[in-house]
Nanobody, 124 residues
Framework: QVQLVDSGGGLVQAGGSLRLSCVAS????????MAWFRQAPGKEREFVAA????????DYADTVKGRFTISRDYAKNTVYLQMNSLKPEDTAVYYC?????????????????WGQGTQVTVSS
């Protein structure tokens, strides 16, 4: 079992930055991949970024590549999503997720553990 608590959302103007955090517990932190997904109003949940247990492999959605950075802090059992140059279309509820395994990718069904979500609103 993996428990996830995500936080850090808020209201920011276009062009601004936010950092989301996700604290994981329940299993050895470095033994599984982590990811961020988001869901905008009226839309399906979509993949944002993923990072392997060792941080060697990282993947981003094309829509955030070059603006967002995913990272892990092993001392704090925390995964971060640094979001820069935010756009109004980045507005969504952001969820951290864990596959509980080495899987790293965009397939939502592969992630069995989810945080409660944190709202990010980008004003124009």
């Amino acid at each position: 079992q993996v428990q996830l608590v995500d936080s850090g959302g808020g209201l920011v103007q276009a062009g601004g930055s936010l950092r989301l955090s996700c604290v994981a517990s329940g299993r050895t932190f470095g033994s599984y991949a982590m990811a961020w997904f988001r869901q905008a109003p009226g839309k399906e949940r979509e993949f944002v970024a993923a990072i392997s247990g060792s941080s060697v492999s990282i993947d981003y959605a094309d829509t955030v590549k070059g603006r967002f950075t995913i990272s892990r802090d092993y001392a704090k059992n925390t995964v971060y999503l640094q979001m820069n140059s935010l756009k109004p279309e980045d507005t969504a509820v952001y969820y951290c997720a864990s596959s509980g395994s080495r899987y790293i990718g965009s397939l939502m069904s592969a992630y069995g553990y989810w945080g409660q979500g944190t709202q990010v609103t980008v004003s124009s």
